[in-house]
């Protein structure tokens, strides 16, 4: 069964034999929420209402803290479904700010280096994004759950992390990146949607679910340095990096680049709009 926004007034059976498929909610995943987070309150209300201490629900494509959109939760059997759903592609709209690195290249951490922008215009982004198109090697980022020699990445990440804010090195070493294997991806499709050459306003992700929204998550506030701003639709295969392709979309600019925001619009047939909010899935399980 699939319980997305056109299901609002629906009251679900108590019993999750009754749906022998199990049940796949689409998600508009918050603001500063991890996946994890959503999976925590939704499995607490599902286990309340099916009366099941142990029932599987988990997801299908996890989503940054900082990144919102489309997040599929399994719930009961559609949990083997999850792999399948993680083959589909994905739509995202990335805002990608130019003139800067972070080492985590979103806004989690802060900034660790500053490139010229001279090279970054409207008109350079819409002649170097046909080339991003098809069959690539892409790096991933060193804060990711990437294994090197059986350790992630984000814990050599924050070795690394910690030698900068501890004066033990001058800036991030995001060469440590290399020691990752590097991963076949598609991009499908590129479209340029918006350029703000002297950057965006501070965008503010107002939510009405603030009691799940994690205040560990660090957010940098970069508005004041008016970096040149794109906001770019990018269609992928599964085990892409939007964060990465950032990157790589500075560097072929002649200067670096991190994620200012990323929304993730579709998952295979799956679309942002017919998501429901965390409070609307909490409200038909608990009913």
Known sequence: MILD??????????????????????????????????????????????????????????????????????????TRQAEEFQRHEKEYVAGVAFGATTPSYDLEKEIDARYPTEGVSEDALKAVLPSFIGIQEQVAPLFSAKSVDGVRAYELARKEWKKMKSGDAAEFDHSVADLLSKQMIEIREMELLRFWPEGVPSKQYETSEEDGRNLRINVTDNSQLHLPQADIRVVCSKGTYVRALARDLGEALGSGAHLASLRRTRTGGFRVEDALSVDAAVRILTR
């Open 5 to 78: 926004n056109r299901h609002l007034d629906i009251v679900l059976s108590d019993s999750i034999d009754d749906y022998p498929e199990g049940i796949v909610v689409p998600v508009d995943k918050p603001y500063r929420w991890t996946s994890a987070d959503v999976i925590r309150k939704l499995k607490y209300c599902a286990c309340r209402h099916f009366h099941k201490k142990n029932l599987k629900v988990g997801h299908a494509g996890t989503l940054d803290p900082l990144a919102t959109g489309v997040l599929l939760v399994c719930i009961g059997k559609a």
